[in-house]
């Protein structure tokens, strides 16, 4: 069992950055890719990005490559996006999760069995 919880979101200008962070509680934490994924008012939740048990390999959607960037530390049970170059479009409710099954793509939602609650990420333009 994983519980995931966000924090880091808020109201900031096109352009600006921000770091999330998403804390996990249990033990099997290392064990887990770990995923940000977003939802926007009225869209689908959409994958962002992902990164492997030890945080030697991460994936990311098109939209956010060479912007954003997931990282992990096992230590602390946290993993990180670092949002940088902010766009109207990156407005949405962040969430992160991890990954329990292994049998389809890392971007696909129905791979993930924890999530946290979300925090909103608003960037004004």
């Known amino acids: 069992q994983v519980q995931l919880v966000e924090s880091g979101g808020g109201l900031v200008q096109a352009g600006g950055s921000l770091r999330l962070s998403c804390a996990a509680s249990?033990?099997?934490?290392?064990?887990?890719?770990m995923g940000w994924f977003r939802q926007a008012p009225g869209k689908e939740r959409e994958f962002v990005a992902v990164?492997?048990?030890?945080?030697?390999?991460?994936y990311y959607a098109d939209s956010v490559k060479g912007r954003f960037t997931i990282s992990r530390d096992n230590a602390k049970n946290t993993v990180y996006l670092q949002m940088n170059s902010l766009k109207s479009d990156d407005t949405a409710i962040y969430y992160c999760?991890?990954?329990?099954?292994?049998?389809?793509?890392?971007?696909?939602?129905?791979?993930?069995?924890?999530w946290g609650q979300g925090t909103q990420v608003t960037v004004s333009s």
């Open positions: 999760a991890a990954r329990i099954l292994y049998s389809g793509s890392y971007y696909s939602a129905p791979e993930y069995g924890y």
């Open positions: 990164i492997n048990w030890s945080g030697g390999s991460t």
């Open positions: 249990g033990r099997t934490f290392s064990s887990h890719a």
